[in-house]
């Protein structure tokens, strides 16, 4: 069974700075890898897709990569802001299935 | 892009009663749907797959019988909690799957009072 793991559990930085969060997962077989973005009491927001062949993707501020043989993703964000605060889920999906990541939870402060 | 519609968004109910959860792909045929539930400050767990036609797929400690998943068509699965207990309480959140993309619903907020 896929476990995916995600690290820090929760980051609190000022409004401005550079920030990677990780996510690494036990099992390389995999047909991609998903980040979102959650808000509190909301539902999910897909922010970057990698498929299983590449390595990375990116979206304005963000960029994620995926290193499938040692079961690592990263997501960066450039020049945080306060509404970047959030939790950020990620994903993976193998076959028929998709397992989730306990998430970060990010606080971006003024 | 994808769309899928998953209502209500919220919904209150009573003690014993049963709650129906609908999710539907708008613009696209989902082969699979998936059901996750999600607590206040956890991340979202997998209760169970469903495949049109067929028979859903539960999760390890999913009482199937409590959560019952109807996919009766490639464009709409339905999760059904039956005599709902306030720790049924939970966040539900539908995804449905074509050959490449998973698709959210904006998720069901089901409080049992």
């Known amino acids: 069974k896929q476990e995916v793991t995600q690290i820090p559990a929760a980051l609190s930085v000022p409004e401005g700075e550079n920030l990677v969060l990780n996510c690494s997962f036990t099992d390389s077989a995999i047909y991609n890898l998903q980040w979102f973005r959650q808000d509190p009491g909301k539902g999910l927001t897909s922010l970057l897709l990698?498929?299983?062949?590449?390595r990375e993707q990116t979206s304005g501020r963000l960029n994620a990569s995926l290193d499938k043989s040692s079961g690592r993703s990263t997501l960066y964000i450039a020049a945080s802001q306060p509404g970047d605060s959030a939790t950020y889920l990620c994903?993976?999906?193998?076959?028929?299935?998709?397992?989730f990541g306990a998430g970060t939870r990010l606080t971006v402060k003024p | 892009g994808a769309v899928v519609s998953q209502h209500p968004s919220w919904v209150i109910c009573k003690s014993g009663t049963s709650v129906k959860i609908e999710c539907r792909s708008l613009?696209?045929?989902?082969?699979?749907m998936f059901w996750y539930r999600q607590f206040p400050k956890q991340s979202l767990m997998l209760m169970a797959t469903?495949?049109?036609?067929?028979?859903?797929?539960?999760e390890q400690g999913v009482e199937k019988d409590k959560f019952l998943i109807n996919h009766a068509s490639l464009t709409l699965s339905t999760l059904t909690v039956t005599s709902a207990h306030p720790e049924d309480s939970s966040f539900y959140i539908c995804s449905a799957q074509d050959s490449l993309f998973n698709t959210f619903g904006s998720g069901t907020r089901l409080t049992v009072v």
């Open positions: 469903s495949n049109e036609g067929s028979k859903a797929t539960y």
């Open positions: 990698i498929q299983s062949s590449q």
């Open positions: 994903a993976v999906r193998r076959n028929n299935d998709m397992r």
């Open positions: 613009d696209f045929q989902a082969t699979t």
